[in-house]
């Protein structure tokens, strides 16, 4: 079955360090998405991209990077990781070419900058 | 900025009974969407109502949009204990493809 995974699960780094989330998805979709969940604030989207070489900054995309070097996988880099990016961290993926808007989570990256 | 916001931030109900969750967006939409997250997961879509509907069902959920209002209702009829989650619309605006989501409404349903 296709589906969308994302590691590390949990993750626990020291402030000033670079950090990388990986995130991989099968159901071959155009659409991959970054979003922080932060308790009263929903989810915010960081980056997202259309397809291979595509990528955009969202609503706090501000010491975040990504690259999108294939169809599968759009790892999220951390620079410089400071403590108001702890957070939880998921991505998502949707198929544009299908016209269908629903995004597909994977199971999310629980983050902590010490 | 959130686009969607929901009301109420969280609901407790008796299993059986009928729950209702609201969304407030400020912007015209293509489509506005809900989603479900079980604790300490990702979410997972529910259901898709689109700028000229006006009702949309999907078993035990019924879906409103009221566009001249710019508003939402979600209702969960004959609600289990296996509904207990948060739950959040999420909007796509009208001039792109990006979604905002709400800060969801926590859903609690008693044995």
């Known amino acids: 079955d296709a589906e969308i995974t994302q590691s590390p699960r949990h993750k626990i780094t020291e402030t000033g360090r670079q950090v990388t989330l990986a995130c991989h998805q099968t159901?071959?979709?155009?659409?991959m998405f970054w979003y922080r969940q932060d308790l009263g604030h929903g989810l915010r989207l960081i980056h997202y991209?259309?397809?291979?070489?595509?990528?955009n900054k969202g609503e706090v995309s501000d010491g975040y990077s990504v690259s999108r070097s294939n169809t599968e996988d759009l790892p999220l880099t951390l620079e410089s990781a400071a403590s108001s990016q702890t957070s939880v961290y998921f991505c998502?993926?949707?198929?544009?070419?299908?016209?269908?808007?629903?995004?597909?989570f994977g199971p999310g990256t629980r983050l902590t900058v010490l | 900025s959130q686009q969607g916001e929901e009301d109420p931030q969280a609901l407790s109900i008796q299993e059986g009974e009928n729950a209702t969750m609201n969304c407030s967006y400020k912007t015209s939409i293509n489509n506005l969407q809900w989603y479900r997250q079980n604790s300490g997961r990702g979410l997972v879509h529910l259901i898709l109502?689109?700028?000229?509907?006006r009702e949309k069902h999907s078993g035990r959920l019924r879906v409103t949009l009221d566009t001249s209002k710019k508003s939402s209702s979600l209702l969960i009829t004959a609600s289990r204990a296996a509904d207990t989650a948060s739950y959040f619309c999420a909007t796509e605006p009208y001039n792109n493809n990006d979604m905002r989501f709400g800060a969801g409404t926590r859903l609690t349903v008693k044995p």
């Open positions: 159901w071959n979709h155009n659409n």
């Open positions: 109502i689109r700028s000229n509907e």
């Open positions: 998502a993926s949707s198929d544009r070419a299908s016209g269908r808007t629903e995004q597909f």
């Open positions: 991209s259309y397809g291979v070489q595509d990528t």
